[in-house]
């Protein structure tokens, strides 16, 4: 049986594509190992939205080599998009492939054993106007299910790279959204996260279907018991999108809105497609439809020309909405947008003091947070055991509105939905005990 190691560097999307990649080496009768075993095939899935990406995605690249010289070396992802040509001319690497036509891995890998000349089969991916159909029946890991609904993205940031990696917003057509959705249900799983390269914008291409729509389609799928956004812009959030999450029993109380800066003039030197009013206006209208939402976002620090002032009216705009959590990210160039060339280039002790600063106001926001709903029943769904503490019988998991709980169960918990009472609030993790499980609740008939 040949065999096949994977690696991934970066997003969601990235984890999504290679399971889907994997199904396609399965259906090939293919062995999965360990990256760090000796392996026929490597694939290397990169990341290219920070140089550092760029970086990371090269080491491993030859580590792979390194583990097995005769391997087959296959590099995908991002930033064999962006830089084929860099890829190809590291020692060992046997087949480029982008960000589409995976399904052609094989097929070159089959001409690579013949005719052991290097492939580059990497397109335009500014011609791409379809979105690439990957399945993924189920998951490696268990307990929560990611579903790709769209590709791409149209907005151009004067930070980012990604337009270049992915190519232009391309959605997926709703009939295999939903079919996929069913089968990830049948394989067990309760919570599916809506993923994408840029999620909220599922549909800007489609005639006559939104965001909203299919979040209604999938609030008739029968055994989905939670839909997670994995990102949504604030510009992506319409009325229409409000009132179906207020309607629904199935999407979470957590919305993880990208902001990156609370400041207008930022914004515009970001090419960011909001105003600080309107982000505002949209937070108001959510909370509404959604009492206790918790929102997550994006934050990056020291922008080129980011003043003191501006700073502080992003860190002001954080602590009065109350966000749940930041990912900051002081600003770093990256090679070939427009705001690597800006001038005013903000010093790196500058950027760090304003990330602690940032961090330590979202580590008191998650804490305030959190303290909202101790002693309160949760709904969690159990992941994994305690790493730090394998034998103390913990285990972590996600209540709807992303909590992170740790508490005591056993193994066939996993992947369920249980009903947890937090009995400590806290961040990182919160603590609670085991109430019921929620399937218990149904009536005898039901259940016989």
Request: glycine fraction near 6%; charge should be negative.
């Amino acid at each position: 049986m040949p065999t096949v190691a994977f690696q991934t560097l970066g997003c969601k999307v990235n984890h999504y594509e290679t399971e889907a990649i994997w199904q396609l080496f399965q259906h090939e009768g293919y062995e999965k190992v360990d990256f760090e075993q000796s392996s026929d095939v490597y694939v290397i899935n990169t990341c290219t939205v920070t140089n550092t990406g760029d970086k990371k995605s090269r080491q491993v690249i030859r580590r792979a080599i390194r583990k097995n010289p005769d391997a087959v070396i296959c590099v995908t992802g991002c930033y064999a998009q962006t830089s084929p040509a860099e890829v190809m001319a590291i020692p060992g690497v046997d087949i480029v492939v982008g960000t589409q036509d995976r399904e052609k891995m094989i097929p070159y890998i089959e001409q690579y054993k013949k005719e052991r000349e290097p492939i580059n089969g990497v397109g335009n991916i500014m011609k791409a106007r379809v979105y690439e159909e990957l399945d993924v029946p189920a998951f490696t890991d268990r307990t929560r299910a990611s579903l790709k609904i769209q590709e791409g993205c149209n907005n151009f940031c004067t930070f980012c790279i990604i337009p270049w990696a992915r190519g232009l917003m391309r959605s997926r057509d709703p009939k295999d959204v939903i079919q996929q959705a069913k089968q990830l249900v049948q394989a067990g799983y309760k919570e599916i996260v809506l993923t994408g390269i840029h999620t909220g914008g599922y549909g800007e291409d489609l005639k006559d279907y939104s965001l909203a729509q299919l979040l209604e389609e999938l609030e008739e799928v029968a055994g989905l018991k939670r839909i997670r956004i994995s990102s949504i812009e604030a510009s992506q959030i319409t009325d229409e999108v409000i009132e179906v999450i207020n309607r629904s029993t199935k999407v979470v109380r957590h919305l993880h809105i990208p902001l990156q800066s609370g400041s207008d003039t930022v914004l515009k030197r970001m090419r960011r497609k909001y105003t600080m009013a309107f982000f505002a206006e949209r937070l108001e209208r959510l909370k509404e439809a959604l009492p206790g939402l918790a929102v997550t976002s994006d934050v990056i620090v020291g922008f080129p020309g980011e003043t003191d002032e501006e700073f502080q009216e992003t860190y002001d705009f954080i602590a009065k909405h109350k966000f749940s959590e930041l990912h900051v990210f002081p600003y770093s160039k990256r090679t070939g947008t427009p705001a690597a060339r800006m001038d005013e280039q903000v010093d790196e002790a500058i950027k760090n003091e304003r990330v602690h600063r940032l961090i330590e106001l979202s580590n008191q926001l998650a804490k305030e947070y959190a303290s909202q709903f101790e002693g309160q029943v949760l709904e969690v769904i159990p992941e994994e055991k305690d790493k730090d503490n394998e034998d103390s019988g913990l285990y972590i998991g996600y209540t709807d509105n992303y909590l992170k709980v740790k508490l005591p169960a056993t193994s066939d918990m996993i992947g369920e939905i249980v009903k947890v009472k937090l009995t400590k609030a806290g961040y990182p993790y919160s603590e609670g005990e085991f109430v019921r499980t929620v399937e218990s609740e149904l009536p005898d008939a039901v259940s016989s």
